[in-house]
T-cell receptor
Framework: QKEVEQDPGPLSVPEGAIVSLNCTYS??????FMWYRQYSRKGPELLMY????GNKEDGRFTAQVDKSSKYISLFIRDSQPSDSATYLC????????????FGPGTRLSVLP | DVKVTQSSRYLVKRTGEKVFLECVQD?????MFWYRQDPGLGLRLIYF???????EKGDIPEGYSVSREKKERFSLILESASTNQTSMYLC??????????????FGDGTRLSIL
């Protein structure tokens, strides 16, 4: 079993929809979680960084962590065509030092 | 904003060549990382460095080496390029080693093709 699993998509939604992107993980020690957005032919761009459980909101983006289910989510409200990208989750534990484990990414297309 | 710059966006080399990929960050970060990104496999850590002249192996170091002579610069070296090293290479940096698990900031990648 991979440490971090993510549906690769592609996920296609109409403009204005609420998007839910998810990752599951197997290591119960993970407590640092990140979401990155990666446009085609560009590097990953940090969107959200959360610690432990709960929700964090930034504009149209909400990151949610459910440690009991080993499941994290990124919600995008009022999705725009400019949100079309690949979304990567990444996570780490206290004994991982500076290193993170990355999911393979979900490709999202928001159709105008 | 953190700026991580990779010297080449696209590179084509031949098997057996020695290949150098360069990365520079401008935010005085102590930690630097090299990843490769392949479809369906995500990002895999090749090497990382917490300080000048210091390096640590990641998950897939075979066939690669690194050099960090200055704090802002981290180089990835393919000693003898092979076709299975065709990939997107991403460099990243994060602040320092005093705090664990700090977010990493990435460059735009080098797409390397080995013929």
């Amino acid at each position: 079993q991979k440490e971090v699993e993510q549906d690769p998509g592609p996920l296609s939604v109409p403009e204005g929809a609420i998007v839910s992107l998810n990752c599951t993980y197997s290591n119960s020690a993970f407590q640092y979680f990140m979401w990155y957005r990666q446009y085609s032919r560009k590097g990953p761009e940090l969107l959200m960084y959360t610690y432990s459980s709960g929700n964090k909101e930034d504009g149209r983006f909400t990151a949610q962590v459910d440690k009991s289910s080993k499941y994290i989510s990124l919600f995008i409200r009022d999705s725009q065509p400019s949100d079309s990208a690949t979304y990567l989750c990444a996570m780490s534990a206290w004994n991982y030092g500076q290193n993170f484990v990355f999911g393979p990414g979900t490709r999202l297309s928001v159709l105008p | 904003d953190v700026k991580v710059t990779q010297s080449s966006r696209y590179l084509v080399k031949r098997t057996g060549e020695k290949v150098f990929l360069e990365c520079v960050q401008d935010m005085d970060h102590e930690n630097m990382f090299w990843y490769r990104q392949d479809p369906g496999l995500g990002l895999r850590l090749i090497y990382f460095s917490y300080d000048v002249k210091m390096k640590e192996k990641g998950d897939i170091p075979e066939g690669y080496s690194v050099s960090r002579e200055k704090k802002e610069r981290f180089s990835l070296i393919l000693e003898s390029a092979s076709t299975n090293q065709t990939s997107m290479y991403l460099c990243a940096s994060s602040l320092n080693r005093e705090w664990s698990n700090q977010p990493q900031h990435f460059g735009d990648g080098t797409r390397l093709s080995i013929l």
